[in-house]
């Protein structure tokens, strides 16, 4: 099986839609991104980033129910994929090998 590779903004992503379980469309993707990691993230962006990552198989998405809320339009809900969640597994993994590899030293503080 060829493996596909994510960014780490697409990651951050596939985690949160991972997260948010099935509740997860761009705006609460946007929300949840900017509480959780500090980062300011536009809409545009991360919409783009779930068609993307829904183009590779990672994520899956269905409208939801029309609400008053949103002037009668659907939300478009993502959910992550079996193959979304083995990256994500195989991404955990990784990094954790890696990080086990790190000398102890190389992360103290007060260094150069």
Known sequence: MRRTYLGEFEEVVLLMVAILDGEGYGVTVSQALEEHTGRIVTFGTVHNTLIRLEEKG??????????????????????VTALGSRALQEIQQLRQELWQMVPPSTLQLGGL
């Open 58 to 79: 990672f994520v899956h998405s269905e409208l939801g129910g029309a609400t008053a809320e949103r002037g009668g339009r659907r939300k478009r809900l993502f959910r």
